[in-house]
Nanobody, 126 residues
Framework: VRLVESGGGLVQSGGSLRLSCAAS????????MGWFRQAPGKEREFVAA????????NYADSVKGRFTTSRDNAKNTLYLQMNSLKSEDTAVYYC????????????????????WGQGTQVTVSS
């Protein structure tokens, strides 16, 4: 599966952005998907996850209530709606495919994933 993120950019604190992740192939609906981010000098960290159908989601505490992930399996696309952005949200954002089931994975671990996009830069100015 090839993953391509888009939608990043520069936004003021308090603003919003919507990231997209387009997946190739016909099996997108077979995989749980997630979002991770990496700020300069920091390790890659979990942001959000969504199960195959989109009926269940999970978020890092730092983004809960501000970010929403969703998917459109007919369009092979994953989304991350980011509202009330803060300067600490500045990072490169990556979409990722999980290796196994949403319900058996340690969703916040990078090692639970096996396929990544190239990333999209999000910069929040204060």
């Amino acid at each position: 599966v090839r993953l391509v993120e888009s939608g990043g950019g520069l936004v003021q604190s308090g603003g919003s952005l919507r990231l997209s992740c387009a997946a190739s192939g016909r099996t997108f609906s077979s995989y749980a998907m997630g979002w991770f981010r990496q700020a300069p000098g920091k390790e890659r960290e979990f942001v959000a996850a969504i199960n195959r159908s989109g009926s269940s989601t999970n978020y890092a505490d730092s983004v809960k209530g501000r970010f929403t992930t969703s998917r459109d399996n007919a369009k092979n696309t994953l989304y991350l709606q980011m509202n009330s952005l803060k300067s600490e949200d500045t990072a490169v954002y990556y979409c990722a495919k999980y290796k196994g089931s949403y319900y058996s994975n340690a969703l916040n671990e990078v090692s639970s994933t096996d396929n990544w996009g190239q990333g999209t830069q999000v910069t929040v100015s204060s």
